[in-house]
């Protein structure tokens, strides 16, 4: 982290929390421009790891982006983010009417499973951008899958 102290001990999930709960502001706020100018509409889940990463940028130095992972039921796949130094895998997606409640749970559960075995992983944090509201209850899917365990925790974050 670039403002900490040395012999002080980060732990990012606040930080990540504060980015997840004012990302959607950041975007609306990115829409106003000046004389209507041109600017980054956030309308798919490329946008929303593009602006992601300029965010987490302020706060990390070592950023690893599509990083891959090893092979997981005969399937490699990249992870979005991995703040190497923390051993944080940080997993995004936004919502479309084409992905609904139960495919996002579905995708979640799988990337929980596959991130469980990865070494460079003790926490995974997913990002779930919906502004369109598509997840019927973003706060049941938050409890029933984030969780604290022996080999990795899991923070799910779905907002608007």
Not at 21 to 31: A, S
Not at 45 to 70: C, G, K, M, N
Not at 72 to 94: N, P, Q, S, T
Request: charged share 30%; net charge negative; with cysteine.
């Amino acid at each position: 982290l670039l403002n900490t102290k040395p012999n002080e001990i980060f732990d990012p999930s606040e930080t990540l929390e504060k980015i997840f709960t004012k990302f959607h502001l950041i975007v609306r706020q990115m829409r106003n421009r000046y004389s209507a100018r041109p600017t980054l509409d956030v309308v798919d889940e490329y946008d929303v790891q593009d602006l992601l990463h300029s965010l987490l940028i302020l706060h990390f130095e070592d950023i690893r982006a599509e990083e891959w992972t090893p092979s997981y039921a005969g399937k490699c796949c990249r992870m979005d983010f991995l703040l190497k130094d923390y051993k944080v895998v940080i997993e995004v997606k936004k919502t479309r009417r084409s992905l609904n409640t139960s495919q996002i749970g579905s995708e979640l559960i799988e990337d929980i499973s596959r991130y469980s075995v990865h070494p460079d992983c003790e926490t995974l944090v997913c990002f779930v951008y919906d502004p369109e509201g598509y997840v019927a209850n973003p706060k049941g899917i938050e409890k029933d899958l984030s969780r604290t365990g022996a080999n990795m925790t899991v923070r799910v974050f779905i907002r608007p």
